[in-house]
């Protein structure tokens, strides 16, 4: 009886003890048999784990339970959610920290609109079938949010890079421009109106009155009359000279600006090096719309010219593969010849050959070829019957 006992506790369910905690948070052994889908889900969730990132899942000392909080703990902090709770996991926790940080991690999930339900009790008693599919969405909302803070610190620093540092083209560009653009500013502060008069108070003119009376303040003495433009030359001038009357000298007048102290053949130089300049920057435009123009020209003509040696290599590839499929066709040809002329052979034999002969010959092979095929399915069904019989002794 006791050697029957022996043999049959060999075959009990696989039963394995794990660690519980009961109602009044104390921890207890309990039975727990294997079930084959939670382990699976607890691999496929471990391996989750380690290609998200997290590779404390591969440390074999650690506990299940603190892979899967730890885990859920990290993706929380990579998915960079504003919540309200602290969430500081260390591995062997005590069994009120462990149910506490459990209860912390169920109530975040909510707020950060997790598809899926799932009880603290069910990460205390890893229930893989629920806790693999909050993974999963957790393990997928972490990666897509360290992929666009990968995004955003590239740009970051494509930003820093051209704030602090330039290429050798663009400085020579911006160096030709603040060169044109200190002669031009240069200049045009040499033409700049100067103001040689001012009023001395302000009269109920009209407004093309007004605008003559501004012309003249910057000595333009020779704008056309405001008031009445079909007068003749003389009322023009006593216009003039009447609206002079209420202007007066300025402080730039009095100290005299450099324009002003220019003559005639100082002003036509600096007018034709100032047109000098001018065509000076359009030829430095062209140049460079020109020397762009031909980086692109170049540019393409090297993209063409790789084009054109892909086409010859594939061109060659494909002739090799030609000249190689010849010969096979070749060689096929051979053996069809070959097989011709045997068979030719084997239809003069067959010819010389007694009737009756070859009839016999021909039941005794089919007999031999069914014979052959009876064996392999008997021996496939002793197989078969074999494999059942081992199953039902062990």
Not at 378 to 390: P, T, V
Request: with cysteine; proline share 3%; charged share 30%.
């Amino acid at each position: 009886m006791s050697s029957n006992r022996d043999i049959f506790s060999k075959h009990l369910p696989n039963v394995k003890l794990a660690t519980r905690i009961d109602a009044e948070g104390r921890e207890v052994q309990v039975e727990r048999r294997e079930d084959v889908d939670a382990t699976v889900k607890e691999l496929e969730t471990f391996d989750m784990l380690v290609a998200a990132g997290y590779y404390r899942a591969r440390i074999k000392g650690l506990s299940p339970f603190d892979k899967v909080v730890g885990g859920m703990t990290w993706c929380i902090e990579c998915c960079d959610y504003d919540v309200d709770v602290d969430l500081l996991f260390h591995e062997n926790l005590t069994i009120g920290q462990k149910i506490a940080l459990v209860e912390k991690i169920v109530s975040v999930l909510p707020q950060m609109k997790c598809p899926f339900q799932i009880e603290p009790h069910q990460i205390q008693g890893l229930e893989f079938l629920s806790i693999h599919p909050v993974i999963q969405w957790l393990v997928k909302k972490s990666v897509e949010n360290r992929a666009e803070r990968a995004q955003r610190l590239k740009k970051f620093a494509i930003g820093q890079f051209h704030n602090h540092y330039q290429y050798k083209t663009d400085k020579e560009q911006l160096a030709k421009i603040r060169n044109a653009s200190a002669h031009i500013k240069r200049i045009q502060e040499l033409y700049n109106p100067v103001r040689a008069y001012q009023r001395k108070d302000a009269g109920n003119e009209d407004e093309k009155t007004r605008v003559r009376m501004t012309l003249l303040e910057y000595g333009c003495a020779a704008a056309p009359s405001a008031t009445n433009e079909t007068r003749s030359g003389a009322n023009d001038e006593l216009d003039v000279h009447k609206l002079f009357k209420n202007l007066s000298l300025t402080k730039e007048n009095i100290t005299c600006s450099p324009t002003h102290r220019l003559d005639a053949s100082e002003r036509s130089a600096m007018h034709r090096h100032y047109t000098e300049l001018q065509q000076e920057m359009e030829t430095d435009a062209k140049q460079l719309s020109e020397h762009s123009q031909i980086k692109m020209l170049e540019a393409s003509k090297v993209a063409l010219e790789r084009n054109v040696q892909s086409n010859l290599e594939e061109n060659k590839e494909i002739e090799a593969e030609l000249e190689k499929q010849k010969q096979q066709l070749q060689q096929y040809v051979e053996q069809k010849q070959e097989l011709q002329a045997e068979i030719e052979q084997y239809k003069a034999i067959e010819a010389k050959a007694d009737p009756e002969l070859v009839t016999k010959v021909h039941d005794m092979l089919k007999k031999h070829d069914k014979l052959k095929k009876e064996e392999a399915e008997f021996k496939e069904f002793c197989r078969q019957d074999l494999a059942n019989l081992q199953k039902e002794i062990e």
